[in-house]
């Protein structure tokens, strides 16, 4: 298959047609890779089972895993949702368009194979200028996870979409670098208190300001997670994973970076080639094979933008095995290492002068 691409920088009136174009792929049962304030989407129809099934062929996704909904405007919530609380309208008009993404139960015109097999749906109001446009210019809500390969780290520019669909999907829609960099907060509304199933931009204390209580699904924190179902399928699964292996290490950052350094002269011993993924602030200190800034450890915004283009550039230097610090895990910090951890698979590292621990 030919996929075509379209630049859309700056969205103005000269790319109706390109969006127009985009809204019949759609209507027609096809896939369009869409920009969000988050990561690049995979869209298809939601409504449209087969077009559904599309996304998981192309992205070679368990078909347990459901697809998150993306609407336009607030009148379409009705159309794939039921039993909205009042809090999840709260949070609607706090937070949307942006980066969160609640669970409600389904309407019965939502295709199972649409929530994989769920009873209930996740939706969202992207806050992106073209994907917003494209889906009033098609008038339907669009099915979209992470338009990555299965496992792969989340695409953040249109190359990463490139990467891993081209050919295989009908269309990309590049609208340059996403803004946050890292995917939706999603809460489940559907139990009482709402319940965080995966971290992201819009923290706990931001929802609590809002709606008072919020619980974590416990899955989130666990050290071995394998133990416990988490409530979002996709959080099960190994993910945003880089191709070679990858350990983080935490501990005070001197630790850390002697560490680091000492693993990065035995790898290279052995002949293997080091990535490090290192910070302003340490990167000058370190000789791997190739050492990767994500930005300064005291802004997190930087390093959540950063961290997916990060993982896949080792990919693309061809390192055998990835060294990564750690952050600080609170707020928004706690999304960024959820991910982080997620990408390694295993457990910290833990770091202490002289010694060192698996935590
Ligand atoms: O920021 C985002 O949310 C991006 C952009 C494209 O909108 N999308 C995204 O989709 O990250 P995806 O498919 O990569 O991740 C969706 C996550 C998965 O972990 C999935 O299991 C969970 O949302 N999910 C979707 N619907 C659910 C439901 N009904 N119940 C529980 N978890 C659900
Ligand atoms: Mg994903």
New binding site residues.
Partial sequence: MNTIIYKIHNLDESFVPQIQQAAEVLKCGGLVA?P?E?????GANAMDEKAAAKIYAAKG?PSD????V?IAKESQLQKIAKQIPGKARTLAQVFWPG?L?M?FW?QEEVPLGT??G?E???V?M?NHPVTLRLIEEADICIA?????LSGRP?PTRAEHVIEDMDGKIDMILDAGDTG?G???T?V?MTVEPPMI??P?YITKEMLEEVIGQVRIDPAIHLKHPENIQP?????KYRHYAPKAELTVMEGDIDSVVETICRFCRQEKANGKRVGILATEETKDKYLGDVVLSIGSRNNVDTIGKNLYAVLREFDRQKVDIIYSEAFIGEQYGQAIMNRLKKASGKPLFHCQRGTHTQS
């Fill in positions: 869409i969000t988050t990561v690049y989407g995979l996704r895993n459901p697809l998150i993306h980066p993404t669970i389904k929530t994989g769920l209930t749906v996740g969202r992207p979209a996870p992470s338009a990555n989340s946050i890292l995917e939706s999603i489940d199933l995966r992201g409530k979002a399928p996709g959080m």
